[in-house]
Structure formats: C-alpha cells, structure tokens
C-alpha cells in the first residue's frame, strides 16, 4: 500500500489542522491505520491508531481531547483532526498501515509497518 499525507502547515498555538492520508495500491478497509510523528532529535512516536471500521481507537496521552482521528473507508482515507495545537506538536507527521488484513487496533508503533512520506506541521508560540 502507499500512503501520502497532506495538510500540514505552519499555524499558531491554539489553532487546528486537518491531515488527510490516501492510500493507494489496495483496499484498507480491513486494515488498522494509524499516526506516528517525528520530532527534530526525538524517536518516531505512534500519536493515535484505529482499528478497521473505526469502533476502537488509540491516542497517545499528550493529543487526548486535542486530536482525533478517524477514516472514510469508502473514499480509502485515514484523518487526523488537530485541534488545540501546541508547539510541542510540531514534527513531521506520517500515516502509517498494518500488516494486509491486520485489522486490530495496533498500540504500539512497531504495529504498523508501512507508512509514507510524511507531512510537516509547525506550531509557532
């Protein structure tokens, strides 16, 4: 599968922003889909994950009440809603799948094990 993410930006704190991740290559309906980002000098981080019809999901501690993500399974698109953003936030921001048919929840970032090109996002203070 390839994932290409877009919708990342340059916004304040306090703002919101919307990515968007579509997927092409194959259906993922039946995939679990996830969020990783990546910090200047930090480790790539999973921030949120889904399971395949959206009925489970994961975000990591410091993005509860702020980001949430969701899917349109019929238009084959994973999203990341942002709202609240700090600079903190700021990384590149990747989507990222499970194994085909892999359907679960993944909680960890070794869950998932395709992702494409990322997008940046940059909150400024």
Known sequence: VQLQAFGGGLVQAGGSLRLSCAASGR?????????????????RELVAGMNWNGGFKYLADTVKGRFTISRDNARNTVYLQMNGLKPEDTA?????????????????KSDYVSWGQGTQVTVSS
Do not use: H
């Open 27 to 43: 259906p993922i309906f039946n995939t679990g889909m996830g969020w990783l980002r990546q910090a200047p000098g930090k480790e």
């Open 92 to 108: 590149v921001y990747f989507c990222a799948a499970r194994r085909l048919d892999d359907g679960a929840l993944g909680y960890s």
